[in-house]
């Protein structure tokens, strides 16, 4: 009797970026995975569940689609598991039918939106049962990635983001899945966004809380809990057959238990029992020092390359205009306004651009407005373009001065004054210069 093949098991909790262009690769290697471990695809499902009750629900799903379609090159299937905003009553054979996608998918994700709205969707259902048994001993393996709002349900407790960002509610934790528990045995709050920066003058770090509202929500959790923190265009891969937590990404993965925090930098692996380790507070380091790695990958040392974003792409296609307009480059200047509407683009696939795309495409537009004031004024340096003229006046000046002919002379250096040619006589000959044009 052949005995059934088990699949790789997958926990991966993304800190945002999930359909952006830097996590194309890593999507696709753990699609990989899974199809290495089972000997073939996969069935892919998404869940709208977070973002079920916006309006635009729908193109946010035909966006999700095509991206894991066309950029990571996986066909993924929608699952509907969510309330209508009208507040019309669950369909319990539409509940149903996404249970089933989810029990026989090997790769389910969430992502965005509203982390209290999929809790309220999720809780009380078999949901959370599904994703457990997806990652269980034994069973037939699988991927459960669940990124920015959908990783905040995944603790022991969830940040009601919204509420307390958005409407004030004070600071209280609510209850959340525990997959977390469940599968790796913490008791923690995952929080995505951890670095971010939005609030410019203000503190959002901690997905929009800050660190007065962190500490305020960290005296509230249960015994032995601790924060488990992920970057922005960050993950944690947790490969529950390995062993082992992966960072991937462009930042890092903080513990943080009452207040003093452990940082794994991108490109680190290390047991999943030493993850566990730092929970229980060994070998934290200081909240005040971020970023310091208490275990990297040996081949990873050196600076790490900067990850790209819809930022830094759009800092060096500006720069590559510049440069390009000033040395007169049309083409190139072209180039650089191509390569940023491709970024642009690319980038309109992540759910979380912020003032990244509008910068971008004030960026853009900049570009645009003074190729067209080029085109008015000529791309050639005007002193090319009427040099050889004012060479030749300028050859008749010499020879009316060489004949004495003065009156004539200075009637030439004159009618160069009005084109806006400056004349100046030297000890080693006339110069002239370019003042208007």
Partial sequence: ????????????????????????????????????????????????????????????????????????????????????????????????????????????????????????????????????????????????????????????????????????????????????????????????????????????????????????????????????????????????????????????VTVRVAGRSSVLRAGSTVPLTHLAALARGGGAVDAAEPGVPVAADPAADGPAEAMPSLATETARCQAAFDAALAGRDVDGAVRAVLALDDAVAGWSTDTLQGEDADRARAALRGMVVRLGQLARTGAADPRDVVGPFVELLLEARRNARAGKRYAEADALRDELARAGIEVRDTADGAEWHLVVG
């Avoid at 899974?34 to 966006?63: C, H, I, M, S, W």
């Avoid at 969510?82 to 539409?94: H, I, W």
């Avoid at 265009?233 to 082992?244: E, I, Q, S």
């Fill in 1 to 252: 009797m052949t005995t059934p093949r088990t699949g790789r098991r997958l926990l991966i909790l993304l800190g945002s970026g999930e359909t952006s262009p830097t996590m194309v690769t890593p999507h696709q290697q753990w699609f990989a995975a899974l199809e290495a471990a089972t000997g073939g695809p996969v069935p892919a499902v998404l869940l709208d569940t977070p973002y079920g009750f916006q309006a635009n629900r729908g193109d946010l799903n035909a966006k999700a689609v095509r991206y894991f379609g066309t950029s990571v090159g996986r066909p993924v299937t929608v699952a509907s598991y969510r309330t209508e905003p009208e507040g019309s009553a669950v369909d319990a054979l539409a509940e149903q039918t996404a249970l089933e996608q989810v029990r026989a998918a090997r790769w389910i994700f969430a992502g965005p939106g509203s982390p209290t709205y999929a809790l309220r969707r999720w809780g009380g259902t078999p949901l959370a049962d599904a994703l457990v048994d997806t990652l269980a001993p034994g069973g037939p393996g699988g991927a459960v990635l669940f990124a920015s709002a959908a990783a905040l349900t995944l603790g022991a407790v969830t940040v009601p983001v919204y509420e307390i960002y958005k409407s004030g509610e004070l600071p209280a934790w609510r209850t959340g899945l525990d997959v977390v528990g469940r599968v790796l045995g913490w008791t923690c709050a995952v929080v995505p966004h951890y670095d971010n920066t939005e609030g410019g003058n203000h503190d959002t770090r901690f997905c929009y809380l800050g660190e007065p509202r962190l500490r305020h929500l960290e005296q509230q959790l249960p015994e032995g809990a601790f924060v488990l923190g992920i970057d922005e265009h960050t993950g944690l891969v947790c490969d529950l057959d390995a062993g082992t937590a992966t960072v991937v990404g462009r930042g890092g």
